[in-house]
């Protein structure tokens, strides 16, 4: 007999609803999350912005199954979760080393999958990397909140009423506008992404960050330390913030007014030893802040695990812009591409 579980089914943002398309989670963890781009706009109300950390990744994932960048998916962290469908859905995984398993059978990562009605889906542990992105075709149906359904559990904001995703829990999949020219169903072709493409998470990682904030007060002797050192990823690091450890700076202990803290923040404690804000950060701060990691930066921080070997980078605030818009214009290319 099948495991009962909790539809959840809420108004549609476009489409429609498909009675019989659902991903059911048989087994989940804390770490596995509905994630989009983020909520912003909020700040100023003390939320924060969330969204998936690997946003690659995840546009990747949304691409394979025909989505708009935006869609909302889960985000899994570490792996070990299974699914079981309910009528067709197509999927797709990307980000870290995930194995993943239709009905027992290894199953490529990067490429669009069909699941018929009842099609178990599993995802191993992760083998290199933390986070891997799972979209559904038509995207999943959750009530968005200040635009949009991005989870953050310490605000109880997003994703399903702001709760962790309990095991038996059936989410709703949207179903594609049905064609009014022709009676005849297709399903997706397969789309894949090169292998030369995909995310290879690396256990030392060199991460672009931009000089700023309280940089000028903390003094160069410091700035120079920071970049010469070579940090370790603790594993207390989760979605708000990763926490790091090397040879410690000199931070003299500073009573400073908590201000306005941005993603990538590079927070210095009295400890001396760096914290990087992720994107469930808070909103304002006390610490020092040497400056800021890039978006890129933050990318490659998300699939770094516990134990991973780290250097910071300095770059211009220039070089900053330059990298953002030569990678968006890859990963747009590549987006067209993969929907052919």
């Not at 290894?106 to 990397?129: C, F, N, P």
């Not at 009423?161 to 709703?172: D, I, K």
């Not at 009676?183 to 990682?205: C, E, G, H, N």
């Not at 989760?238 to 941005?262: F, K, N, T, Y």
Request: proline share 4%; with cysteine; glycine share 10%.
């Amino acid at each position: 007999m099948s495991a009962p579980w909790r539809s959840i089914v809420t108004a549609p943002r476009s489409g429609s609803v498909s009675e019989s398309a659902a991903l059911v989670l048989q087994k989940v963890n804390v770490f596995t999350q509905l994630q989009d781009l983020g909520r912003f706009g909020a700040a100023s109300m003390g939320l924060t912005q969330g969204g998936v950390v690997d946003a690659t990744s995840a546009r990747l994932a949304n691409a394979l199954v025909d989505n708009e960048p935006t869609a909302l998916l889960l985000e899994i962290g570490l792996g070990a979760v299974q699914f079981r469908a309910i009528g067709s859905v197509t999927v797709a995984v990307t980000g870290a080393a995930m194995p993943v398993f239709l009905n027992g059978q290894r199953y490529e990562r990067y490429q669009s999958m069909q699941l018929q009605h009842g099609d178990q889906l599993e995802i191993g542990y992760s083998k290199a990397g933390v986070r891997c992105y799972l979209a559904v075709g038509g995207g999943f149906l959750v009530t968005p909140v200040l635009g949009s359904c991005a989870t953050v559990l310490r605000e109880g904001v997003g994703g399903i009423n702001g709760q962790p995703l309990q095991s038996g829990t059936a989410l709703t999949v949207a179903a594609r506008p049905a064609s009014t020219t022709s009676t005849v169903i297709r399903l997706p072709s397969v789309r894949s992404v090169d292998y030369q493409f995909q995310l290879k998470a690396k256990a030392m990682q060199n991460i672009p960050f931009v000089a700023g904030a309280q940089q000028a007060e903390l003094g160069a002797a410091i700035l120079a330390r920071f970049q010469q050192n070579v940090y370790q990823v603790q594993p207390m690091s989760d979605r708000m913030g990763m926490r790091l450890r090397g040879a410690a700076l000199p931070v003299a202990s500073q009573a400073l007014l908590s201000e306005g803290i941005c993603l990538g923040a590079i927070q210095l404690p009295a400890d001396g030893q760096p914290i990087v804000m992720l994107n469930d950060h808070q909103t304002i701060g006390g610490y020092p802040k040497i400056g800021a990691v890039t978006r890129l930066g933050v990318n490659a921080l998300g699939q770094c695990r516990p134990g991973n070997l780290l250097r910071f980078v300095e770059v211009s605030q220039q070089q900053a812009v330059e990298q953002a818009r030569a990678h968006e214009l890859w990963l747009s290319t590549l987006e067209q591409q993969i929907r052919g």
